[in-house]
Nanobody, 130 residues
Framework: QGNLVETGGGSVQAGGSLTLSCPIKRNVDSSACMAWFRQAPGQEREGVAAIETPGHTTYADFVQDRFTISRDNAKNFLSLQMNNLKPEDSAMYYC????????????????????????WGQGTQVTVSL
């Protein structure tokens, strides 16, 4: 069983909201890049949002100001607030921590490469219908 367990997924109608959460149990540096990825059937896993420290965030272009990633280092908790969801947002969502070699790299350098991250959990399914 992995150390990162995603929760909060579900089925919503277009325009709805969901908040994904991931309790980070692994001892990851508080400034290391943490990220949310997603993968739809038959598609490559892609980065959605990433955060180093509060205020230092990176988002995929398709997010378009709809999602907000946050991190509570005191509680070791990573979240993704998703608003105005679209059917094309339907996917399995995963939280991820950087591989050892990438722990000191900024999000901008590794966010678009899933191979720079470890995926410990089973993911949480997000389904958006019209």
């Amino acid at each position: 069983q992995g150390n990162l367990v995603e929760t909060g997924g579900g089925s919503v109608q277009a325009g709805g909201s969901l908040t994904l959460s991931c309790p980070i149990k692994r001892n990851v540096d508080s400034s290391a890049c943490m990220a949310w990825f997603r993968q739809a059937p038959g598609q490559e896993r892609e980065g959605v949002a990433a955060i180093e420290t509060p205020g230092h965030t990176t988002y995929a272009d398709f997010v378009q100001d709809r999602f907000t990633i946050s991190r509570d280092n005191a509680k070791n908790f990573l979240s993704l607030q998703m608003n105005n969801l679209k059917p094309e947002d339907s996917a399995m969502y995963y939280c991820a921590s950087p591989v050892y070699e990438a722990e000191l790299q900024p999000c901008a350098a590794i966010f678009h490469n899933p191979r720079r991250f470890n995926f410990w959990g089973q993911g949480t399914q997000v389904t958006v219908s019209l």
